[in-house]
């Protein structure tokens, strides 16, 4: 049973997808009722946030196992009892922590702090409350008062105001270690932990600044990408959209840091990102470029740099595409604001970043296509886009494969969609399980952890020549 209202989608958005997710492929093979049934799980599982905290280890600087002691140690001490951590089989760098919640016995305090969905969001997979994040505190709140705390899920809530009627929902009680005239001075955003959670609605420690060189936070399809890729020691990887640069970390740690990756992304501030990531992580076959991909493949040799794009054709032995899309997978997420148009402009620009990346590989080399959305036509129809434009490319095996096979509607044979990865939450019944995930055995945790994440897309392609390419 749901917590949370299902997310809530401009009308048009909602047609659309329920018209994709009624397509006469899933209607002819489950019926009306069940690809409805569908449809109304999903919208009710992306408003909730997953079961488990994915920590993904840093293996080029740490054991496993070393990383695993110190995580209990450092998690007994926040949450004051030892939190069951379990090593995934499949992907063996991955520790998933049990996610305690929705809590529904808690009770609301008359003093309310409202913050920012953004902030609201956070705060359910475990964050405490900062400054910038809030909205609206009482009058009088000082520091050490019992708040509740709420989101509003819309951004109606003017920034300052001292209470707020509109559309919010109920994340938790904590603690202010701010007063309210500190949170909103006139010298401009305060910084710092403005309310500490005491009993968020869904109990999850906090990583903030924990372990920063061993631990990476990472959702679970995110992580199975890079081990997908498969990328091995000397070689040559590109990452073409790298913000914030959590696969490309992972990349050359899989290929213990012997090699090249290159990590591309338009935005000046997110390349810092990614470099400062790499440096904590103590990586350096990482070269990061603020450079537009769709730019990346070069004319001639003489617009070849020394290092640094554009490239020359075949030039790269793996890369990664996680191309930029329309977000929709992402958990939790309450209300979905974009409309219909933004939401379809991202299939022509990942056709442009497809063509450049089919240019670049090797022959002989994997191509690895991901998105973190659920539509059709970022997913399954790039894929028939895929092999009908390049006849050079295959649909290849994944290994692992822990999600389900590809969405039907695209026109794909069956055989193709098994060779696909989509990560679809709608397979799990919210609080409908027979008993708590912590009475679970280990065996069904991890069924569970497979199924409970984020909504996401894995395809992984070979270049058998360059023929056609």
Not at 22 to 33: A, D, K, M, R
Not at 280 to 290: E, H, M, N, W
């Amino acid at each position: 049973m749901s917590f949370f209202p299902k997310l809530k989608l401009h009308l048009e958005v909602e047609e659309h997808l329920r018209g994709v997710f009624q397509n006469s492929e899933l209607v002819s093979t489950l019926g009306v009722q069940e690809v409805e049934r569908r449809f109304e799980s999903l919208l009710v599982c992306l408003s909730h946030p997953p079961a488990f905290t994915t920590v993904r280890i840093n293996t080029h600087l740490i054991s496993v196992e070393s990383a695993k002691q110190l995580l209990t140690d450092e998690l007994e001490k926040q949450l004051k009892r030892k939190d069951l951590i379990i090593q995934h089989p499949e992907l063996p760098d991955v520790l998933l922590v049990p996610v305690n919640g929705p809590r529904r016995d808690l009770e609301r305090y008359s003093s309310e702090v409202i913050v920012g969905a953004q902030c609201g969001n956070a705060v359910l997979r475990g964050a405490h409350v900062f400054a910038p994040g809030i909205l609206s505190a009482p009058k009088n709140m000082k520091v050490g008062d019992a708040v509740s705390v709420l989101s509003d899920i819309e951004g109606k809530c003017k920034r300052g105001a001292k209470d707020f009627l509109g559309s919010k929902i109920f994340i938790g009680n904590g603690t202010a270690k701010m007063s309210r005239s500190e949170i909103f001075c006139a010298n401009g955003l305060m910084k710092g932990i403005g309310i500490w959670m005491t009993e968020p609605v869904y109990l999850s420690p906090s990583f903030d600044n924990l372990l920063p060189s061993f631990l990476f936070l990472q959702n679970l399809p995110s992580s199975t990408v890079s081990h997908v890729l498969g990328p091995t020691s000397g070689e040559r990887i590109l990452d073409m959209c790298a913000a914030p640069g959590g696969k490309t970390t992972h990349i050359a740690a899989l290929m213990h840091d012997q090699g090249e990756v290159i990590a591309l992304d338009k935005t000046p501030n997110k390349i810092q990102k990614i470099m400062e990531s790499a440096e904590v992580l103590q990586l350096k076959s990482i070269k990061a470029f603020c450079f537009d991909s769709t730019k990346a493949i070069a004319s001639s040799k003489s617009e070849v740099k020394p290092e640094g794009p554009p490239f020359l054709a075949e030039s790269f032995d793996r890369i990664l595409l996680d191309a930029p899309c329309s977000g929709m997978g992402q958990r939790p997420n309450m209300v979905y604001s974009w409309s219909l148009k933004e939401v379809k402009s991202y299939q022509p620009l990942q056709r442009k970043l497809l063509n450049v990346a089919v240019k670049l590989l090797k022959p002989g080399g994997t191509l690895v296509y991901s998105t973190c959305t659920i539509t059709l036509a970022e997913n399954e129809e790039q894929v028939a886009w895929v092999l009908e434009s390049f006849p050079s490319l295959r649909l290849q095996q994944q290994v692992p494969h822990l999600g389900g096979e590809g969405m039907m509607g695209a026109g794909l044979s069956h055989e193709q969609l098994k060779l696909l990865q989509r990560f679809d939450p709608s397979e799990v019944a919210l609080k409908n399980s027979c008993k708590p995930i912590h009475e679970c055995s280990t065996e069904d945790m991890i069924s569970l952890a497979n199924k409970d994440t984020i909504g996401f897309f894995i395809a992984k392609f070979v270049k058998t020549d360059s023929a056609s390419s």
